[in-house]
């Protein structure tokens, strides 16, 4: 027979099992892990150097990046936790890098020009940008 004690290990053992995971969508905590986006052989650390290349700070205001607060295209703050890429593009790891590409060719007519970016430095660059959450 359980001791009280042990009893109770057990019953806030299986309550936390039971509701531990609806805490994650408290304010300021981080996304599920199932909802983590990563971009596969991307390199955060090149895609920093890449959106200063390519001049994406003249436009966008992105975090770590250094420059002024642009305000031409939208700020890119918590870009992992977006949903979709320029308000209708599912935001996929494979949908960023073609948008980083041929934002015309997606989206005709948009601010975001084609500057020449390779799937490479599309790949990198979206690496960083994955990992600007909360």
């Not at 994406?56 to 939208?74: K, L, M, Q, R, S």
């Not at 494979?94 to 500057?115: C, K, Y």
Request: glycine share 12%.
């Amino acid at each position: 027979m359980l001791g009280k004690h042990n009893r109770s290990y057990w019953v806030v053992l299986l309550l936390v099992a039971l509701f531990g995971g609806a805490c994650t969508g408290l304010p300021g905590s981080s996304p599920p892990a199932g909802n983590m986006r990563v971009m596969p052989e991307g390199d955060a650390a090149q895609g920093w150097q890449k959106l200063q290349t390519y001049g994406c700070h003249t436009c966008h205001t992105i975090p770590g990046v250094p420059g002024f607060e642009a305000v031409v295209g939208p700020p890119l703050n918590r870009w992992a936790e977006r949903h979709y890429i320029a308000g209708t593009l599912p935001n996929t790891p494979d949908n960023l890098v073609l948008w980083l590409q041929f934002p015309q060719s997606i989206e005709p007519g948009t601010a975001m020009p084609n500057l020449g970016v390779s799937e490479q430095d599309a790949r990198d660059m979206g690496a960083y940008l994955y990992t600007l959450r909360r």
